[in-house]
């Protein structure tokens, strides 16, 4: 649950709480492939090379202003990003660039997520605090199912906060159980035993 902000300059009567939900694991994509080939006749390397080859079709049309459609999923479609002007004179080529994908989710795909079960999540001060062995524990027991974890995963298995999550990491990598890998906003851990 979470606390809608209240616009600025207007009083506040009441706060009002909506939910918001907590993210699972990051789900790899060799996981993905690894569950369709389990659940299909197609090898993984039979779906990499379709993924590959829908990536770089996809890519394609994009760069050409195509709005493309995955049945079943949604509309894919770019943004783009100029600075601010009121001469119509100043934009060109040179002055935009391009900013982001969109993905319009289908009717379909929203139809599978409306039956998902939800459950409410104990408040962190709820839970007794782990011990650092258990959050350990709970850390390799998610490399074992996924190949790496992010800070975020790790704080949502553990229920710890951010400084601890990071402490812990941290501590980690340093006595060689984990492995670090990206930088800035983009790191993820994964266990030593595992060559990227």
């Known amino acids: 649950m979470y606390k809608t902000p209240t616009p600025y300059g207007v009083v506040e009567k009441k706060g009002l709480l ?12 060799d996981v993905l492939l690894k ?3 389990d659940a299909s006749t ?16 996809m890519a394609r049309h994009l760069t050409l202003g195509d709005v493309v459609e995955l049945e079943g999923l949604g509309y894919f479609s770019v943004s783009l990003k100029s600075n601010a002007t009121a001469e119509r004179c100043e934009v060109n080529s040179a002055t935009v ?8 989710v289908s009717k379909e795909m929203k139809k599978k997520l409306s039956s998902m079960r939800l459950t409410r999540r104990e408040k962190p001060d709820d839970k007794p605090e782990l011990l650092p062995v258990e959050r350990l524990a ?6 074992r199912i996924h190949v790496f974890m992010s800070r975020m995963d790790y704080q ?3 229920g710890c906060n951010k400084s601890m999550a990071l402490r812990d990491l ?7 159980i984990l492995r670090r890998y990206g930088s800035g906003k983009v790191i993820v851990y994964y266990s030593k035993n595992v060559e990227l």
């Open 18 to 29: 909506h939910a918001r939900i907590v993210n699972g694991t990051r789900v790899a994509c």
């Open 97 to 104: 660039e391009f900013n982001s994908v969109h993905l319009r």
């Open 156 to 158: 949502r298995i553990t």
């Open 170 to 176: 941290d501590f980690w990598v340093e006595a060689s």
């Open 42 to 57: 197609f090898t993984r390397g039979d779906l990499m090379g379709m993924l590959s080859a829908v990536s770089d079709a």
């Open 35 to 37: 569950e369709i080939a």
């Open 138 to 143: 709970l850390a390799m027991e998610c490399l």
